[in-house]
């Protein structure tokens, strides 16, 4: 396989000025993070609320600029601020957590999915509109969505264009910050299934950010922990829901309730214990 990403002591910063009675400070918010991601597999990046997991995920997509280490984007370095060029910017894209937040409520649907090329490329209009079309099909929607605005679809078929407006430009990899968390649980279920789908057909690359790890369990191939900025363990699924290493790593996993038929009988058969008891 080949390697699309790949991470090497990656560490942000942050200066918080000082005040009256107050010292100016540094938070450290990502703490030398390193990894590798080839190419058509799923990195899944998890941890609790404030870990650092969304900062890495701002730098990885080149919009925070790291305050040291590097990021290599298919073998070259990933420059950011005015030193970022337009073909490193497309190898790139993010799918946010609220779908209808990162659409333009004014802009159709069609212009929505063309302004990337529009922005990016020397593509004719027609061209530009066929693609768009084309994609609309890919992720489960129609040619009559072309004309309809935002406020027009579900929260689930938002998410739907959000994802064909992150593969207009055939990025090396997607971002995806959080996904299917702002969905109802039938629409998650339908939102993973046409990511892997995809993945399968164009062999697409994903980091998968989320604190849900049953969604994790479902999507990734590869499972990264973090623990106030850093990384406390890493490896393939199965290895680390199999058999987690780390304490922080163990009490994440027991503080995740388990939806399968014989755990909710316990729970249930534990309150009626309680009932009893009380």
Request: hydrophobic fraction near 40%; charge should be positive.
């Amino acid at each position: 396989m080949s390697e699309v990403l790949r991470v090497e002591n990656l560490v942000r910063d942050y200066h918080v000025a000082g005040g009256l009675f107050r010292k100016p400070k540094t938070v450290h918010a990502v703490k030398g993070v390193n990894f590798s991601l080839d190419k058509g597999r799923t990195l899944a990046i998890v941890g609790e609320s404030g870990c650092g997991k969304s900062t890495l995920a701002r730098m990885i997509t080149l919009i925070d600029t790291p305050t040291a280490g590097q990021i290599m984007i298919d073998g070259k370095r990933a420059e950011t601020g005015k030193s970022l060029t337009r073909e490193m910017r497309q190898k790139v894209q993010i799918v946010f957590q609220n779908p209808y937040g990162s659409l333009n409520p004014r802009q159709k649907i069609g212009d929505v999915l063309m302004e990337p090329l529009l922005l990016n490329t020397d593509m004719p209009v027609k061209e530009r509109r066929d693609r768009a079309m084309a994609m609309l099909k890919k992720v489960g929607l129609s040619s009559e969505h072309f004309n309809r605005y935002p406020h027009m679809f579900s929260g689930g078929q938002r998410q739907r264009v959000a994802i064909a407006r992150a593969l207009m430009l055939n990025p090396s990899f997607l971002v995806l910050d959080e996904p299917v968390s702002a969905l109802d649980l039938s629409v998650q279920a339908q939102i993973l299934n046409l990511l892997a789908d995809l993945q399968d057909e164009f062999e697409l690359t994903y980091v998968f950010i989320s604190h849900d790890l049953s969604v994790v369990r479902y999507i990734a191939d590869e499972v990264l922990v973090m623990y106030f900025g850093e990384v406390v363990e890493y490896g393939s699924r199965d290895a680390v829901f199999g058999d987690p290493q780390h304490e922080y790593t163990k009490t994440l996993f027991a503080a995740t309730p388990r939806a399968d038929v014989e755990s909710i009988r316990a729970r249930l058969a534990r309150k009626q214990q309680l009932a009893a008891n009380s």
